[in-house]
């Protein structure tokens, strides 16, 4: 079972930066999309931004301009930098990732455990 494992989250003031990385646990034939998601407490969970196997990227609106994705050539680590962060930017960030473990294998979803942000003055 490929596992995520994300870590930089913590407790920032507004206008600080922070940055998230994810760590896929081990080797895949193919991965076709990876991407941070946010959840707050009575919401549903959001995209915050995506990368695509060809590089391309896409951004939720509210944070154009201010985070960036990107991926370490191998493509097991997973990042986002966030800059000029803000309150509305607290929650819970979650890795995504659509695969294939093997080349037989269906291509399947998969998710990390989350890590906190927290934006307050």
């Known amino acids: 079972q490929v596992e995520l494992v994300e870590s930089g989250g913590g407790l920032v003031q507004p206008g600080d930066s922070l940055k998230l990385s994810c760590v896929k646990s081990?080797?895949?034939?193919?991965?076709?999309?990876m991407g941070w998601y946010r959840q707050v407490p009575g919401k549903e969970r959001e995209l915050v931004a995506k990368?695509?196997?060809?590089?391309?990227?896409n951004y939720a609106d509210s944070v154009k301009g201010r985070f960036t994705i990107s991926r370490d050539n191998a493509g097991n680590t997973l990042y986002l930098q966030m800059d000029s962060l803000k309150p509305d930017d607290t929650g819970v960030y979650y890795c995504?990732?659509?695969?294939?473990?093997?080349?037989?294998?269906?291509?399947?979803?998969?998710w990390g455990q989350g890590t906190q942000v927290t934006v307050s003055s």
């Open positions: 995504y990732a659509d695969l294939k473990i093997s080349w037989s294998s269906r291509r399947t979803d998969h």
């Open positions: 081990e080797w895949t034939f193919k991965i076709f999309v």
């Open positions: 990368i695509t196997s060809d590089g391309s990227t």
